[in-house]
């Protein structure tokens, strides 16, 4: 599982590959992050992340990605958005 950790890493496809390794026939990889505009000013993140993006990245080490997505608000003014991705092991 990660939630909102993947867009703070230099390699995310890296981590991703080593995580795969790791797991049994079967398993899934669940990924949640930000998948919106409202975070591109965020110096903390070194990716930034659209629904496509995503799935191509998931899609690299797993099969079936299924995804969902989910509003929330980060202040007053900004609405948010994330995205939650299942990937089985392949």
């Known amino acids: 599982m990660s939630f909102h950790v993947v867009e703070h890493l ?3 496809k890296g981590l991703f ?11 899934y990889i669940l990924l949640h992050v930000p998948v919106n505009d409202s ?11 659209s ?3 995503c799935r191509r990245l998931m899609e690299t080490v797993t099969k079936d990605v299924r995804s969902d997505f989910v509003q929330y608000s980060v202040s007053a003014t900004v609405q948010a958005s ?3 991705y299942v990937g089985e092991k392949r």
Do not use: C, R
């Not at 590959?17 to 398993?27: E, I, Y």
């Open 10 to 12: 230099i390699d995310p």
């Open 82 to 84: 994330a995205g939650t």
């Open 17 to 27: 590959n080593s995580l795969v390794k790791m797991l049994n026939p079967g398993g």
């Open 51 to 53: 629904d496509e993006s």
């Open 39 to 49: 975070e591109y000013d965020n110096m903390d993140h070194f990716h930034f992340f």
